[in-house]
Structure formats: structure tokens, C-alpha cells
């Protein structure tokens, strides 16, 4: 979903596939932000419309991470929920290339809310990579 906003600047560009997330993760050296969501879940529609749609977020994640969007309601999705405890939409992991967690919140909040957590999730990576 490339998509520009009338500013010009990039929105989050969710990726749909798991495997060539990982691909471009290992080929970035950036961890995975994995959105676990739904098309019902209004929580997940609120995070896409006001925070996901603005460029400053968009900049920031794409700067830190590669976004993955991963659909509850799939098998994908359903397995995702179970190997990483996903009890909540959305919710959203830190993974490493391999698929270890990093990182998890869940929750819809405001974009300096979702930013300031992605950046303690960053601090804690940088940290534990010391």
C-alpha cells in the first residue's frame, strides 16, 4: 500500500508478506514491526486513519523499521496470535529476523504515543545489543 499523502510525504507502507518482510529486514539490518490486526477491529481502522495515514510516523517507521501488516483472521494471522500470546487488535511486535520478540504493545493511541513507544522499544534493542 505505497500511498502519499497531499503533503507528499509518506504514509506507512504496511507490507502484506511475512517472507519478503524478512528479506528486506535482513537486507536493512532493521528489526520487523509486525502489526497484528483485523478489518472489523475499529481500534485497528483508528491506528490506520490517524496515526499510520501521517507522514511524520511514516517517516519514522520506515527510518527504524520494516512494517508488516498481518491479518488476524488468517491462518497467518491466527498463527502469529498464538506463538507471540497476541490476546488484543491491534497489537504490535518487534521481531528480530529470526522472529524472536523485541519488543510488543497493543492498542490504539495517538501518533507521539506510538512513536515514543517504538522509540523505548529502539533504546531497549540498542541496549541489549551492547
Not at 13 to 21: E, H, I, K, Q, V
Not at 24 to 40: D, I, M, Q, R, Y
Request: glycine share 10%; with cysteine; aromatic share 6%.
Amino acid at each position: 500500500m505505497a500511498v502519499l499523502s497531499a503533503a507528499g510525504m509518506a504514509q506507512v507502507r504496511f507490507g502484506t508478506s511475512p517472507d519478503a518482510a524478512r528479506r528486506k529486514a535482513l537486507a536493512s539490518g532493521k528489526p520487523l514491526l509486525v502489526e497484528v490486526g483485523a478489518a472489523w477491529c475499529q481500534p485497528c481502522r483508528d491506528m490506520e486513519r490517524e496515526v499510520f495515514s501521517r507522514g511524520d510516523v511514516g517517516e519514522f517507521v520506515d527510518g527504524n523499521f520494516v512494517p508488516l501488516r498481518i491479518d488476524a483472521d488468517t491462518g497467518t494471522g491466527r498463527a502469529v496470535m498464538r506463538k507471540y500470546g497476541v490476546t488484543s487488535l491491534p497489537s504490535f511486535l518487534v521481531l528480530d529476523t529470526d522472529g524472536n520478540l523485541l519488543g510488543r504493545t497493543a492498542g490504539a493511541r495517538p501518533a507521539s504515543d506510538f512513536i515514543a513507544d517504538m522509540r523505548r522499544m529502539l533504546r531497549h534493542i540498542a541496549d541489549g545489543r551492547r
